[in-house]
């Protein structure tokens, strides 16, 4: 079924530890977006990707390193776990925007649930 | 970025229309209106959006006022799967890619 793929659903972990998680879509959308959703802040944009080979920073990038070598594929590392990065993260995918702007809706994964001890 | 003022919790009846409001008072004339929902432990799901006219498809239709400050989604027919947190989002044109800013938006719970 075509759509928007994140792996793994739940991750445990230690600090220090490098850990990617992964996220697939097979719209060929050119944008896709990491997010991470915590108590009390909603979701957060941590970086962003308009195409292969670009990639740009969110709100909340630090500590994090993504890459997107095919259009499909965006994953996210965390170079040196640290507790605070204990969250729900989502990536989502747009369409290219042509014209105006704003007017491709972005569509989620289900999320993976990342616990760092 | 624009900001989006929604009450926090509503409740609706099985079977009624839910009738979300947002404000939206300092959004710009090429700022589009977003409706998002996120049921527990899934996904933001997208529901509709609209720049002026007012939209409908097969979840919901979406209401704009003239001046463009406010905006209410409807859920026509509410069913118990309809309850969620529903948010209403200014889409930030190309402002890192067009990012979705959520606030704290309105929980929704559909009751028998």
């Known amino acids: 079924d075509a759509g928007i793929t994140q792996s793994p659903r739940y991750k445990i972990t230690e600090t220090g530890r490098q850990v990617t998680l992964m996220c697939h879509q097979t719209?060929?959308?050119?944008?896709m977006f990491w997010y991470r959703q915590d108590l009390g802040h909603g979701l957060r944009l941590i970086y962003y990707s308009a195409a292969a080979d670009i990639t740009d920073k969110g709100e909340v990038p630090d500590g994090y390193v993504v890459s997107r070598s095919k259009t499909e594929n965006f994953p996210l590392t965390l170079e040196s776990a640290t507790r605070s990065q204990t969250s729900v993260y989502f990536c989502a995918s747009s369409g290219q925007m042509e014209g105006q702007a704003g007017n491709q809706p972005q569509h989620f994964g289900d999320g993976t649930r990342l616990s760092i001890l | 970025d624009a900001k989006t003022t929604q009450p926090t919790s509503m409740d609706c009846a099985e079977g009624r229309a839910a009738n979300l409001p947002c404000n939206h008072s300092?959004?710009?004339?090429?700022?589009?209106v977003y409706w998002y929902r996120q049921i527990h432990s899934q996904g933001p799901q997208y529901i509709i959006h609209?720049?002026?006219n007012n939209e409908t498809n097969e979840m919901a239709s979406l209401i704009i006022t003239e001046d463009r400050k406010s905006s209410t989604l409807i859920l026509p027919h509410a069913t118990l799967r309809d309850t969620a947190v529903y948010y209403c989002i200014v889409r930030v044109e190309g402002n890192q890619g067009g990012k979705l800013i959520f606030g704290q938006g309105t929980e929704l719970s559909v009751k028998p």
């Open positions: 719209w060929s959308h050119s944008y």
């Open positions: 609209g720049l002026k």
């Open positions: 300092t959004i710009s004339g090429n700022e589009y």
